[in-house]
C-alpha cells in the first residue's frame, strides 16, 4: 500500500534552518508530485510547493520563494524539505502528500517543527 | 497568495444532507476543477475527491462533489456522526501556478 513516512519532530532556534525527510514507498517514486503542506496548530492548510522526483523540478509558493529547498534521492524514494532563516510563526506540522491529478491523494503523518528561542 | 473562500462552520442534523461550498474564480476552481479533503482533528488530510466528481477508491457514495461555474460544492448525504470533521477544498491556480486551499469548513453533525 502506499506510504508516506516523514521523519521525527524538530526542534529549533530562530534563524536556524530544518530538513523534514519523506520516504515513499508502495509505488514508483519517480511517477507522481510531492507537495509540501504545512498546517499551524488550529489554522488550515497552506501549501508551500511541489517537486518533480523524476526530473527534479520544483515550484514554491511565493511565500516560500528563498527559504524553501524541495530535492530528492531517488535511491532510497526520499523526498526533502528544508526551510531556512527560520521564525516563530514557522511552528507548525509540515506533512508531504503524493500529487495525483492534480490532488493530493496520500499524506505523510506529519513532522511538527517548532521554532523557540 | 489568494485562496479559497468556504464558510467557516455548517451544522446539519444526523442524517440530514450538507452541502458545502468552495469559492474561486476562473483560474483555479472554474478552470482546474477543485479536490475534497476530509481532516480530523489530531491526523493528516483524506482526498474526498479530485477534478470536481472523481471519488477515490474506498470513498463512501455518501459523498459527492461538482462544480458551477467558480464554485465547488460537497454534499455528504444521511449524515452520520463521523461526518464531523474539517473539510478543505483546494485547486490548482494556473495565474498563480500554486496550490490553493480554501480556509476550511467545520461540519459539526448535530
Known sequence: QVQLVQSGAEVKKPGASVKVSCKASGYTFTSYDINWVRQATGQGLEWMGWMNPNSGNTGYAQKFQGRVTMTRDTSISTAYMELSSLRSEDTALYYCARGNEGAPDYWGQGTLVTVSS | ?110
Open chain 2, 1 to 110: 497568495q489568494a485562496g479559497l473562500t468556504q464558510p467557516p462552520s455548517v451544522s446539519k442534523g444526523f442524517r440530514q444532507t450538507a452541502t458545502l461550498t468552495c469559492t474561486g474564480n476562473s483560474n483555479n476552481v472554474g478552470n482546474q476543477g477543485a479536490a475534497w479533503l476530509q481532516q480530523y482533528q489530531g491526523h493528516p488530510p483524506k482526498l474526498l475527491s479530485y477534478r470536481n466528481d472523481n471519488r477515490p477508491s474506498g470513498i463512501s457514495e455518501r459523498f459527492s462533489a461538482s462544480r458551477s461555474g467558480n464554485t465547488a460544492s460537497l454534499t455528504i448525504t444521511g449524515l452520520q456522526p463521523e461526518d464531523e470533521a474539517d473539510y478543505y477544498c483546494s485547486a490548482w491556480d494556473s495565474s498563480l501556478s500554486a496550490v490553493v486551499f480554501g480556509g476550511g469548513t467545520k461540519l459539526t453533525v448535530l
